[in-house]
């Protein structure tokens, strides 16, 4: 299809494409220093403006040649005002956030409903009379849809011409007023490790998640303390943190301590099945509470046993010592449900063969589109699942399967990543370069997930 890239875009043109646009953002805001972009680019470009985290124009350009596009794109998106447009007060800190359409290929209605990955994929109409009709992958995480949603959005927006309905990816550059230019990168690894060290208060104790879209911190969540190990585990597995490592080791382990001595410690859950995993996680960030995790497991076995994702965590932590009643209710449901990651995790502590259970793991990751890689569980992939998967397939290479499955969820969650330059344009800056989407159009950040993801990748 005109208009769209046959590959991504290089390194060189994302970094031209955010220089041109940094300099438009200069430009509009002070109406000096114009500077005709340089961008060879040969697509459409869809310029959208964001303004406090909303949306406030959007607008693409075909017109003129590949350097031209660029500028009426963005001269465009200044005067449209179907979102509420680009208001005085805005100018000096609106975000760029600019879309080239790749690979576009065209699809029945029920085959792109079922090829549809909310984030990741737009959707267009060519129709049989006038311009095609396009909705960006942006507009999902913007307005909330799902897949019928944005189904039903496009053909509200394109009237009831006939067509031929396509789906595509994007390339997306992101530029922010007086961002730094960015410089050379760190690995996805030591950029998750910092935002995780950043959630690490210095008392010790651990923010829950943070807000894409405003920045502001959750400080306390549903089973806090469980992911807040999780954080914890990560942290000290990639090394470089050992003073937050140990800080938050001490909170984690006064505030246990007085959860089970009765007190009330916020964030500390009440289900025994529930404390149980959360025991068990502690004892894997490096918490000395095995002793209480394996008496506690003993005397709420019953309850643990008819919650076998906790019971796998107390295997996983406890290994051989595991009460049999425990380990025995973890082997039974494999029979009925396949995919049990914690098993996995506790068949390695326990060293015991694996391989029926890898092959649960390699079965759930997701072989092609929608979402190639990830594990979904419900309407949408949850990052924090694929990546602990990726972590019980990383530890039996050898089991058929597992290698490809691995390197397809490792790549899935990679691309949940926020990093420089690819940032949504609503998302804050601060406090989220380096964190993992919790899901494709999620805009809340919590440690554990990020954690999950760090643990998970090479």
């Known amino acids: 299809m005109a208009g769209a890239l046959d590959e991504p875009l290089s390194a060189r043109a994302r970094r031209v494409v955010a220089e041109d646009v940094r300099c438009l953002l200069h430009w509009q805001a002070s109406l000096a220093g114009w500077h005709s972009p340089r961008s060879a680019v040969d697509a459409i470009p869809f310029v959208a403006l964001y303004a406090h985290g909303t949306l406030r124009a959007c607008m693409g350009s075909a017109e003129g040649r590949p350097r031209e596009r660029l500028a009426r794109a963005f001269l465009s998106a200044l005067g449209d005002v179907r979102f509420g447009g680009v208001r005085p007060g805005d100018r000096a800190g609106l975000t760029a956030e600019v879309s080239f359409m790749r690979r576009p290929r065209t699809l029945s209605e029920d085959s792109l409903l079922r090829e549809l990955e909310l984030g990741s994929h737009g959707i267009g109409l060519a129709r049989d009379a006038g311009v095609p009709v396009f909705l960006l992958p942006t507009v999902a995480r913007d307005s909330r849809l799902d897949a019928a949603g944005m189904l039903a959005a496009l053909l509200r927006k394109a009237g009831p011409t006939p067509g031929t309905l396509f789906l595509f990816e994007a390339d997306r550059v992101v530029v922010r007023p007086r961002e730094a230019r960015p410089s050379a990168a760190p690995s996805p690894r030591d950029h998750a490790a910092a935002w995780l060290a950043s959630l690490v208060r210095p008392d010790g104790s651990v923010i829950f998640a943070r807000d894409a879209l405003t920045g502001e911190s959750a400080e306390i969540g549903k089973m806090h303390h469980a992911r807040a190990a999780n954080v914890v585990q990560a942290l000290a597995a990639h090394g470089g943190y050992e003073v937050k490592v140990k800080r938050a080791r001490a909170r984690l382990l006064l505030d246990a301590r007085a959860a089970l001595g009765g007190r009330n410690v916020a964030g500390w859950p009440t289900h025994p099945a ?185």
């Open 274 to 458: 529930e404390i149980a995993g959360t025991l068990a996680l502690l004892v894997r960030a490096g918490i000395p509470l095995r002793a209480e995790t394996l008496a506690y497991a003993t005397a709420s076995h019953a309850a643990l046993c008819g919650i076998v994702w906790h019971a796998g965590q107390v295997a996983a932590a406890l290994g051989r010592d595991t009460p049999r009643a425990l380990w025995d209710a973890c082997v039974r449901d494999l029979e009925r449900q396949p995919w049990s990651p914690w098993t996995v995790l506790a068949l390695h502590a326990r060293r015991e063969s694996a391989t029926r259970a890898v092959l649960g793991l390699v079965a759930a990751v997701r072989e092609g589109p929608p979402y190639d890689g990830a594990v979904v569980m419900s309407k949408l992939p949850e990052v924090a699942l694929t990546a602990i998967t990726a972590e019980g397939l990383a530890l039996y290479p050898n089991v058929p399967g597992a290698r490809s499955a691995l390197r397809r969820a490792r790549a899935f969650v990679l691309r949940q990543q926020l990093t420089e330059g690819t940032i949504p344009g609503p998302y804050a800056t601060k406090g989220t370069l380096g964190a993992f989407l919790a899901a494709p159009t999620a805009s809340i950040l919590r440690g554990d997930v990020t954690a999950h993801a760090l643990l998970a990748l090479p």
